[in-house]
């Protein structure tokens, strides 16, 4: 049976600050009128029920994520006591889906991507868990056609064709290739090769396997860490608080990718016939949401006066006037306002650290 | 006896969203601490007590008037229940004063510009009224110095020399110039012109005058408008709300200069040996205030990275945080930011415009 895990553990820094500690982008309506997070969820309508359905997050978040999604059942948030990277995350999700389930199918996903249209998704999830039902130890990953060398995204290396599937939803059959290598995020320089290459993706971190296949993997490849998951699994309902606090904590924090993708011998990609953007920063607000004829991406009350490529956003009573602007980005909350250049957004990360630094939590 | 009219009735459009209509520039702290009006009154200090000053406003704006400065007399202000410019506005002062001082001489002063040190300025007041008193139909207007060829100030064109006045607080002694002619906002070319010929000056729109003087002047240029102002100064305690109203509105709004002063035979004028500034825009903040090693001025909460010669106003809770902005005005109020090019300043005007021809009243 196919069971869909949500990953939705990011913090998000850099929509700060709309985004916060309690708040991360994956929880924010940055593109349409639902969060990214609800948005992911909606995605699913047809594809798993909402009792197959977990979202894996940190425990500080689960109250606004059970806020978002009301219709979710009480058990459907795994909480993280703490952050360890998605490794034990899907390690702990898999061996809760196996204890019902021993031959669960697991797809799993970030929460705060944008992907369309959502029935090519679903579609090629789909195709995924078909191919995983019929070759039970394979590990299907998701690759994305690179559109620029980014430096910001995991390669994946494809090599042969492997199959052609028909497809509906999908203008053209799904195309599954021997997933030859991962790659970590490259220097500008060696992702122009990959993009000239041409056989190279990007990385989405969607995956579908089943459950059983990914924990014989981390047990192979991260024994201690599938011990301390084992412990929790294990524990019963009165110590299982104390336990996952304990166990979690010890583990060392990995990804998903680095412990088993990089290793597994037995991993194909698919083709992602759907449009993906992992929405990474302010700037993504201009490729992902209408612009006026200045080519303004506009959120909230705003009048402008000879403004062109800039990203506001603000509330529907708080006014925003812009005068004389070009490619800035412009956030009203109630508490603080960012004005940043388009070119220095990078440098958003820094405002974050240094309001750490000075103790400035309030705005965190 | 010396008596002081403060005409704090400016509407200051420029100073969106700081400034609204129940809250114009004289009434903002936006150079120091305390508000341009209240540093206005502050200035008088040894040279009018509070019982001979009085302030001309709109009626809109008495409450704020009186909360700014408690410790003023209930009457010390002048309600205007209408703009009708400045002339009508001193009309009406005079007559204040005529009634209980027949021989009171009048300063007249804007409540909304910066002017320093404050006792060079009494010095400078003090030696005009004692030149009125000396000579009691003169009318002694006060020039700026021209630094650069301005096109939002009226000029005086100086005469010949009148007197030399000894000074204590100021480095030099005064100098008292015929004043030969009033000239209207010039254009560039021709304030460039004034600039090179060396005997303009900017009219700061401070005035020192018998207040039977500026009467006589106004009965014989408007006399229409004396007229109106007479009933109104003749009206009892129980016809007076509604004779103001009544008499007020049908005056023609004229500026004292156009009323008086370009007509006017008897006009002298005093190079003001103090520092001065109209506090035009916000750009004056980079002038007026501190400011930063990256040149700027801030006030309230801010963070800058890669920063310069900005404006930036804010509460001391709200943080601003701003990310490689050059020449840029950032205002946040709780209601409504601003985001201005410096060089696109003007066009707050048609901002204030826009937001009343939508009837966002709310925020005017």
Chains 1, 2 share one sequence.
């Not at 868990?129 to 990953?141: F, H, N, Q, S, Y």
């Not at 090769?193 to 981390?218: C, E, H, K, M, P």
Request: aromatic residues 6%.
């Amino acid at each position: 049976m196919l069971h869909v895990v949500i990953m939705a553990g990011g913090s998000g820094t850099r929509f700060w600050p709309a985004s916060r500690d309690d708040l991360p982008k994956q929880l924010l309506a940055l593109v349409g009128e639902r969060t990214l997070l609800q948005a992911t969820v909606d995605r699913l309508a047809g594809l798993a029920p909402v009792e197959r359905v977990l979202i894996a997050a940190n425990a500080r978040l689960v109250d606004a994520i059970r806020e978002q999604l009301p219709d979710l059942p009480a058990d459907a948030i795994l909480a993280e006591p703490c952050k360890r990277d998605t490794a034990p995350c899907i390690g702990l999700a898999a061996l809760k889906l196996v204890r019902n389930d021993p031959d669960a199918i697991m797809a799993v996903m970030p929460s705060d991507h944008v992907i369309s249209p959502d029935a090519v998704f679903r579609e090629s999830i789909r195709a995924a868990a078909e191919l995983v039902e019929l070759t039970p130890d394979r590990i299907v990953t998701f690759g994305i056609k690179p559109s620029y060398p980014a430096e910001i995204f995991g390669y994946i290396e494809r090599g042969e064709l492997l199959a052609e599937i028909p497809a509906r939803a999908a203008d053209a059959p799904l195309r599954l290739y021997v997933a030859r290598q991962f790659r970590e995020k490259p220097k500008l320089n060696v992702a122009r090769q990959y993009l000239a290459a041409g056989n190279f993706y990007w990385n989405a971190g969607i995956f579908v396997w089943r459950a059983q296949t990914i924990l014989d993997s981390l047990a192979r490849h991260e024994p201690q860490m599938h011990a301390h998951l084992q412990k929790i699994a294990q524990a019963d309902a009165a110590s299982y608080p104390a336990t996952l606090e304990r166990e979690f904590a010890a583990i060392r924090g990995v990804s998903i990718d680095y412990a088993v993708m990089e290793r597994a011998k037995n991993v194909v990609v698919l083709e992602a016939p759907f449009g993906w953007d992992d929405v990474g920063s302010w700037q993504a607000m201009g490729r992902l949401r209408p612009v006026d004829a200045e080519g303004n991406a506009v959120t909230g009350k705003h009048l402008g006066f000879n403004t062109r490529g800039c990203v506001i956003r603000s509330t529907d009573d708080h006014l925003v006037v812009t005068l004389g602007l070009a490619d800035t980005i412009v956030v009203h909350t109630p508490d603080a306002t960012l004005v940043a250049n388009k070119h220095d957004e990078e440098s958003i990360r820094q405002v974050v650290k240094l309001l750490a630094e000075r103790g400035w939590t309030e705005y965190l």
